[in-house]
């Protein structure tokens, strides 16, 4: 074979693996935010995100959700094929809708917050 030849083939078989990586990493992260209750809204690669520089297994994106109480996020996400998913920089960029009556339901949002207390606590051990 020639060497041009034996380039091509392997820039295509390149792309073709960061392609399936792409598609695979989507499924992951989206299945992250469904376990939580999350509302899964948009996903776009951020390869200079938070945390690029010097990691070499790991690909950054940047998604959109929605979690239980109506609130929109944004938030960087490493994740790859051996390691789970990571949120970095999580931010509400759109708060839920008061409810008409003015009351918040304590209940509701001291059960949101244990669940995230029992989440953390799970994430450090």
């Not at 399936?20 to 200079?48: C, L, M, N, T």
């Not at 010097?54 to 944004?74: C, N």
Request: charged share 25%.
């Amino acid at each position: 074979m020639e060497p041009l030849t034996l380039v091509v083939f392997f820039l295509v078989i390149a792309l073709v693996l960061r392609l399936i990586a792409g598609a695979v990493d989507g499924h992951r992260v989206e299945e992250y935010a469904r376990e939580r209750g999350w509302e899964f809204v948009d996903k776009s690669w951020a390869p200079f995100g938070p945390g690029w520089f010097g990691e070499k297994g790991s690909r950054i994106y940047l998604i959109t959700y929605r979690d239980q109480q109506g609130h929109v996020h944004r938030a960087h996400v490493k994740t790859s094929m051996l390691s789970g998913v990571y949120l970095t920089g999580d931010e509400i960029v759109e708060h839920a809708p008061m409810p008409a009556d003015g009351e918040v339901d304590l209940a509701a949002e001291n059960k949101t917050l244990r669940d995230r207390v029992a989440e953390l606590e799970a994430e450090s051990e």
